[in-house]
């Protein structure tokens, strides 16, 4: 349930959405034009597919949509955090807090070779 919420608070993110919407748009026309051009160009309306054409538009949103979440959720040492959250080492177990916009610090015990993960 933790873990839904944060990605709730992170998917609501208004500019993130914004690129997907963009990215979805662009993609799923060319989608289209790609897998019912025919139709589209004869002007035969009645003979499109328009839940295919529904699903190319909803299917870039939702992979630009899972990508960025998924780079959000990684928390590399020197980098701006996105979110609070607690983070734990996962060469050797360690836990830190860190809050919006704060550097990501390297593990005390690991150094350089830190690898963060969410702890949720
Ligand atoms: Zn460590």
Redesign the pocket.
Known sequence: MERLKIYLIIVNDKVMLLKSLKIALFVGMILNIINQGDKIFSLDFASIDYLKTLLTFTVPFMVSTYTALSMKIKFQVGEVASIDSKLK?I??N?SINVKKNEIVPL?H??NEK?KWRMKL
């Open positions: 080492c060469r050797c360690s593990c015990k690991c830190t």
